[in-house]
């Protein structure tokens, strides 16, 4: 069974970084096509952020994060990371963690319905 826990979240000054962290209960990811980080914002929907290719490498990003966060995993694939760089209020969100075992494409891989595992998710407030 597939239990995904992200961790790192919190409250942080506009202006720090953050590095957000999803596990498998201990598995690795090796099994999944693709690891993603989605966010939803108080009072807005579920958005994309970030996704990492599990046999490729590549990774995906929403326009509005790119050049500020980074999507990464450890060498086991056994944690997916999010870094996230110049954290400002727009950031603030709760972090979920999101993973696929269906082949993705650089369409695909920003929808919601491409992961059926989800994490609880994380918050992070950026405040000052």
């Known amino acids: 069974q597939v239990q995904l826990v992200e961790s790192g979240g919190g409250l942080v000054n506009p202006g720090d970084s953050l590095r957000l962290s999803c596990t498998n209960s201990?598995?690795?990811?090796?099994?999944?096509?693709?690891v993603a980080w989605f966010r939803r914002a108080p009072g807005k929907e579920r958005e994309f952020v970030a996704a990492?290719?599990?046999?490729?490498?590549?990774?995906y990003y929403a326009e509005s994060v790119k050049g500020r966060f980074t999507v990464s995993r450890d060498s086991a694939k056994a944690t997916v990371f999010l870094h996230m760089n110049d954290l400002n209020s727009e950031i603030t969100a709760v972090y979920y963690c999101?993973?696929?075992?269906?082949?993705?494409?650089?369409?695909?891989?920003?929808?919601?319905?491409?992961?059926?595992?989800w994490g609880q998710g994380t918050p992070v407030t950026v405040s000052s």
């Open positions: 999101a993973a696929s075992t269906w082949a993705i494409n650089s369409m695909t891989v920003r929808t919601i319905r491409q992961y059926a595992s």
């Open positions: 201990g598995r690795s990811f090796k099994s999944f096509f693709a």
């Open positions: 990492l290719s599990m046999m490729g490498g590549s990774t």
